[in-house]
């Protein structure tokens, strides 16, 4: 059963305007939340995180929100670029669990047209 | 900055080889793993290890087997390869805690 869900496959916006990326979780005991930026043929690389101490976080034009009652995130990204057209994974941990490995979602392909 | 590197960007092998991915991470960091990604699964988990000698299985682990001999080192065996492991791999390393995992570039495997 997943336990990090990103409901929407893929998403398309037009530059200049806002992308809202979407994740949902079931794991109550999650306390750590991260986005990661997929190129093809590249690894992920890290974008940004949130505790579950806060409800936002902010770097640039990226922006995280969690709501922790309806277990769900969402990163936005304001304005959107071409380059940022990538598959975006939503991940979450439990680090006061075992090991507190990261559980990954499935991934959103952004496209962002000129 | 924490330099994960695998050894390969792209392979291609026959069905039936004993194929050996490596990935060499440089900051000492003690929790290796390595996930495969396919178009519209994500990233799976394969193996994860936390120690030298250490390994654990992830939620596919079925057609592979990892070695951890040095700390740095993590590698991915498929021991008989066959056209369905044509995948992606991604090899990870973190601190542990806190810390976001840091990945590889990748290894594009194609098994004909």
């Known amino acids: 059963d997943q336990q990090v869900k990103q409901n929407s496959p893929s998403l398309s916006v037009q530059e200049g305007r806002i992308s809202i990326l979407n994740c949902d979780y079931t794991?109550?005991?999650?306390?750590?939340f991260l986005w990661y930026k997929k190129y093809p043929a590249e690894g992920p690389t890290f974008l940004i995180s949130?505790?579950?101490?806060?409800d936002k976080n902010e770097d640039g034009r990226f922006t995280v929100f969690l709501n922790k009652s309806a277990k769900h995130l969402s990163l936005h990204i304001v304005p959107s670029q071409p380059g940022d057209s990538a598959v975006y994974f939503c991940?979450?941990?439990?680090?006061?669990?075992?090991?507190?490995?990261?559980?990954f979602g499935k991934g959103t392909k952004l496209s962002v047209k000129p | 900055d924490v330099k994960v590197t695998q050894s390969s960007r792209y392979l291609v092998k026959r069905t039936g080889e004993k194929v050996f991915l490596e990935c060499v991470q440089d900051m000492d960091h003690e929790n290796m793993f390595w996930y495969r990604q396919d178009p519209g699964l994500g990233l799976r988990l394969i193996y994860f290890s936390y120690d030298v000698k250490m390994k654990e299985k992830g939620d596919i682990p079925e057609g592979y087997s990892v070695s951890r001999e040095k700390k740095e080192r993590f590698s991915l065996i498929l021991e008989s390869a066959s056209t369905n492991q044509t995948s992606m791999y991604l090899c990870a390393s973190t601190l542990g805690g806190s810390y976001g995992y840091t990945f590889g570039s990748g290894t594009r495997l194609t098994v004909v």
């Open positions: 949130i505790s579950s101490i806060k």
């Open positions: 794991n109550s005991m999650f306390d750590y």
């Open positions: 991940a979450a941990s439990a680090w006061g669990g075992s090991q507190g490995n990261l559980i």
